[in-house]
């Protein structure tokens, strides 16, 4: 399977603890972006990257949390010092944009359960 | 906060009957892309429309991108069992290109 892939898929920390997530898109996709969704409610951006550069990063997303994509392949979303608040469901999506293709191709998710 | 509308948020329907979701943003989109999500599933594409009054099908599935491109609508005719999920529409603004602004989404259900 040649698709985007997170992990974990699944990770439970009590507050105040860091995590780490990666996400690895599909091969020759240049784009690569990170989504929180929680229940009910549609995907809110976090940020994204084109190749290494990071483009573009919500003012919603606090200085607890920071990505990098150090070789413009795999990615990591860390968040520090996590609280209640941080439980979510944190999708991974690719692109390639250079050949004028919008589609952004999600991960399944890594679901993370704060304490 | 919320910078595309979607409503309903819910919609119920009988196997057969149509099905419309409708999106609405406060500013000029350069696209909108519409996304179809299972239940425990991630967001799967379905369709990108670009220009002002573009209309698209995908067998029983119409798109239309509004005249001022601020609004879209997603249309099901003769919905099936296989429809169910939740869909979502998500906009691109021209000022920050690549950032998709999703809607709330429209969970669909679809009594056989």
């Known amino acids: 399977d040649t698709g985007v892939s997170q992990d974990p898929r699944h990770k439970i920390t009590k507050r105040g603890q860091n995590v780490t997530f990666r996400c690895d898109p599909i091969?020759?996709?240049?784009?690569l972006y990170w989504y929180r969704q929680t229940l009910g409610q549609g995907p809110e951006f976090l940020t994204y990257?084109?190749?290494?550069?990071?483009?573009?990063k919500s003012r919603l997303l606090s200085d607890r949390f920071s990505a990098e994509r150090p070789k413009g392949s795999f990615s990591t979303l860390e968040i520090q010092r996590t609280e209640q608040g941080d439980s979510a469901m944190y999708l991974c999506?690719?692109?390639?944009?250079?050949?004028?293709?919008?589609?952004?191709?999600f991960g399944p998710g890594t679901r993370l359960t704060v304490t | 906060g919320q910078q595309v509308m979607q409503i309903p948020q819910y919609q119920h329907v009988q196997e057969g009957e149509d099905f419309t979701t409708y999106c609405n943003s406060s500013t000029t989109l350069s696209n909108i892309q519409w996304y179809k999500q299972r239940p425990g599933g991630h967001p799967v594409f379905l369709i990108q429309l670009v220009k002002s009054g573009e209309v698209k099908k995908q067998k029983r599935l119409t798109f239309q991108f509004g005249e001022a491109k601020k609004n879209s609508s997603l249309h099901i005719t003769a919905t099936q069992t296989t429809d169910v999920g939740t869909y979502f529409c998500a906009g691109e603004r021209g000022s920050t290109l690549g950032r998709l602004y999703f809607g709330r989404g429209t969970q669909l259900t679809v009594w056989p």
């Open positions: 990257f084109q190749n290494e550069a990071q483009l573009e």
């Open positions: 999506a690719s692109s390639r944009l250079d050949r004028g293709d919008y589609e952004q191709y």
């Open positions: 091969s020759e996709h240049n784009r």
